[in-house]
């Protein structure tokens, strides 16, 4: 595979974890009622994750001889101000599963045994087993 198409996979990859509904939710103006405590730790924790692999798939670019290319938000994402956090939780649900889907799709293109390929791996299995369950979606 050549470098331009591993750049072109992880700029992909990049601009989805720049619209993920947690960074988005965190930077909303959401209402979290006392039992919704959980749901925001859980958002607070996917945000984080997000930008942490935000920050190595910047790098990865980087270390291709590429500059990561800027981002824009989702549109569809400036309807979360003012809600209850809970009404949020089964889009962030679906959200997280595409998210997955594109890491498990970017890891069957990316060359076997690349850095790029090893940190979609590793970074598809972060977001299988960290996904919000029905349980987090239903407890608010």
């Known amino acids: 595979?050549?470098?331009?198409?591993?750049?072109?996979?992880?700029?992909?990859?990049?601009?989805?974890?720049?619209?993920?509904?947690?960074?988005?939710?965190?930077?909303?103006?959401?209402?979290?009622?006392?039992?919704g405590v959980h749901d925001l730790h859980l958002v607070k924790r996917l945000a984080d994750q997000s930008k942490e692999r935000c920050a190595e798939l910047a790098e990865l670019i980087i270390e291709l001889g590429e500059v990561p290319a800027p981002c824009t938000h989702d549109p569809t994402s400036a309807d979360l101000h003012y809600v209850e956090l809970g009404y949020a939780m089964p889009r962030l649900l679906a959200d997280q599963v595409a998210?997955?889907?594109?890491?498990?799709?970017?890891?069957?293109?990316?060359?076997?045994?690349?850095?790029?390929?090893a940190f979609v791996v590793r970074a598809c299995n972060q977001l299988r087993q960290d996904r919000p369950g029905d349980k987090h979606v239903l407890s608010a």
């Open 99 to 117: 998210l997955s889907r594109m890491y498990s799709q970017a890891a069957e293109l990316l060359e076997e045994d690349s850095p790029a390929r």
């Open 1 to 35: 595979m050549k470098s331009a198409d591993s750049v072109e996979i992880l700029s992909e990859l990049l601009g989805a974890e720049q619209r993920s509904l947690a960074v988005r939710l965190l930077e909303s103006t959401v209402f979290v009622p006392r039992l």
